[in-house]
DNA sequence: ACAAAAGTGTTCGCTCTACACCCATGG
DNA sequence: CCATGGGTGTAGAGCGAACACTTTTGT
């Protein structure tokens, strides 16, 4: 046989390799009550039918990973332009009943307050889960979601990702919650705030919280400008 | 239609985009004659025929990821036990002559001394190109290299990974050289060697240089358990 | 003796951390 | 007037950056 031939028939028993499915699984991120959550649904494929899954579906053969990414996000919760964010794809053998499928995790973060105005449409059974308190998730998918927190934790700490789960204002002690909730540790008030106003990343509002029974707190938001150019003259970010 | 026969649908149609391939592009870095190099092969696929190309096949439909990685990796090399890392999955639409084919990108550091003792067997094309002087590669692995080359710099200065692109036995000064090839920058030499020495990850192996036309230099190794004892009590690391 | 790379300490400024009290509002 | 969370500064320790000369070997 000649040497192109040998060529040809190896591309032809590649093309054999064709069968495989590939799915998007988000892992939704947002922040209520004080509280880290994920947005899971019910799963209705056996044999996990009732438990609790990510949200996830097959991409399109005619749609980009990141195109079937945002298709799934826009069903589940009526948002668009929403941060998301490949994290890392999945392929173990006989992790999915369709076959062989694997799954391509994307990370989402997401303002509740958003979802809260945009999901009221839709009957579907997502609810938001506290993420300190998941077990028995359908699939590898609790191996997903703790990779995916992984990330998000790390990321965290070195890209101001954060303000995607705040409303457009808030206070320093929402933004220094937040941060205690996803990386599990109590910060100092003082040196929290002093570090966050040094980066600049923030504006005041000059706007006041209302009706709440103390001394009301200043409002901020995020400046997104700011951060661009500071990220092409290579941001340095800690905490 | 009843609720059951929807979801049945739902599920028949899902199994109708099983039509994807999934192949894995291995990014195998190396260091040597004091330079960064990837390791690329000719590409014998129309039509980008001739071209260079990573080293990258399809995924069997009965191995994970991984283990093609490593398939992938050894067909090459002859190694086993590299380091291997999954870096991200690229899915634009028309990437491929096969047709839908999405692609899992790893990043592999082997050190090159090993590479030539088990590499002479073969006689493929495979290759050293220094990073510095890429351009033209086929398909879209110029946005695959990119991506993985960034995200071994972003690594480098958070975990020690550099040591696996070194022989067992290495100096300061070439391990300054691989860092400062890395990330493209200059380091001081006194400063760099009391970071590295203040960490604990190396050992002083009591050996020198022999036949250099100057004074010898101290032979050092990495410390691996002493990096794992680290890493579980929460390693701080930076460049 | 000379070329070539190895090896070694100190100073200064900045950043990180720890820490305690007064303020503004609603009830 | 009391309860609640908001808001503020300083001192000390540790870390990172800048910087120049001596040592050892081969030729």
Redesign the pocket.
């Known amino acids: 046989m000649e040497k192109t031939d040998l060529i040809q028939l190896k591309h032809l028993e590649a093309k054999q390799k064709m069968k495989f499915g590939v799915s998007v699984d988000g892992v939704i991120f947002g922040f209520d009550e004080n509280e880290l959550k994920v947005l899971l649904i019910r799963c209705d494929m056996e044999p996990y039918v009732g438990q609790w899954s990510l949200v996830g579906e097959m991409v399109n053969l005619d749609e980009t990973l990141e195109q079937a990414a945002n298709r799934i996000l826009f069903n589940q919760t009526g948002l668009k332009n929403v941060f998301l964010q490949q994290v890392k794809t999945f392929g173990i053998l006989d992790r999915h009943p369709y076959g062989r499928v694997v799954s391509v995790a994307y990370n989402s973060l997401l303002k509740i307050e958003d979802f809260k105005l945009n999901s009221n449409s839709n009957e579907n059974e997502a609810h938001w889960h506290d993420i300190t308190t998941l077990e028995n998730l359908a699939f590898d998918h609790m191996e997903i979601l703790n990779t995916c927190l992984n990330k998000l934790r790390k990321q965290v700490r070195e890209e101001p990702i954060g303000f995607e789960l705040l409303p457009e204002k808030f ?3 929402q933004l220094q919650n937040l941060y205690e909730r996803i990386l599990g540790v109590e910060l ?4 929290f ?3 966050i106003l040094k980066m600049k990343l923030i504006v005041d509002l000059q706007e006041y919280q ?9 409002l901020f938001s995020f400046d997104k400008e700011r951060y661009e150019q500071l990220r092409k003259s290579g941001l340095i970010f ?1 905490l």
Chains 1, 2 share one sequence.
């Open positions: 206070t320093l002690s100092d008030k003082r040196n705030r002093k570090k209302t009706n709440v029974a103390h001394r009301p707190a200043k800690d």
